[in-house]
C-alpha cells in the first residue's frame, strides 16, 4: 500500500527537542520533494519546511533558525529536528510527498501522512 507513516511526536517542554520521521513505503521508488506541514487547532496549515530530491531546502518564517530537514534519499524518508520548541509549535506535524512514483509506474502527484501530534508544555 503507497503510504507515508510519520513517527517521533510527543510531549516536550519548552525549550526542548524533538525528532519526527516520516517514512515511504517500500512500494515508492522516487520522490522529486518532501515536506511538513503541521495543523494546529482554529489554525491554517502551515508550511514547515521542505527538501528536494537535490537537498535545496525552504522554512517557513516562525521555525527558521529553529527546525532542521534532512532527507534520506536512498529510504524516501524525510526528518524534522526541532529545537528550541515553543508552545505555539503544538500542532499535528504531517508529511507530504510530491511527485512520487512507484517501483510498477504509478504517479501520485501528492501524497499525505496521517500526522504525528507534538505538544510543547511545562
Known amino acids: 500500500q503507497v503510504q507515508l507513516v510519520e513517527s517521533g511526536g510527543g510531549l516536550v517542554q519548552p525549550g526542548g527537542s524533538l525528532r519526527l520521521s516520516c517514512t515511504a513505503s517500500?512500494?515508492?521508488?522516487?520522490?522529486?520533494?518532501l515536506a511538513w506541514y503541521r495543523q494546529s487547532a482554529g489554525k491554517q496549515r502551515e508550511m514547515v519546511a521542505g527538501?528536494?530530491?537535490?537537498?535545496?531546502?525552504v522554512y517557513g518564517d516562525s521555525v527558521k533558525g529553529r527546525f532542521t530537514i534532512s532527507r534520506d534519499g536512498n529510504a524516501n524518508s524525510v526528518f524534522l529536528q526541532l529545537n528550541s520548541v515553543k508552545p505555539d509549535d503544538t500542532a499535528v506535524y504531517l508529511c507530504?510527498?510530491?511527485?512520487?512514483?512507484?517501483?510498477?509506474?504509478?504517479?501520485?502527484?501528492?501524497?499525505w501522512g496521517q500526522g504525528t501530534l507534538v505538544t510543547v508544555s511545562s
Open positions: 507530504t510527498a510530491v511527485k512520487a512514483v512507484t517501483v510498477d509506474g504509478a504517479y501520485y502527484r501528492e501524497l
Open positions: 527538501i528536494t530530491d537535490g537537498g535545496s531546502t
Open positions: 517500500a512500494d515508492i521508488k522516487s520522490i522529486e520533494s
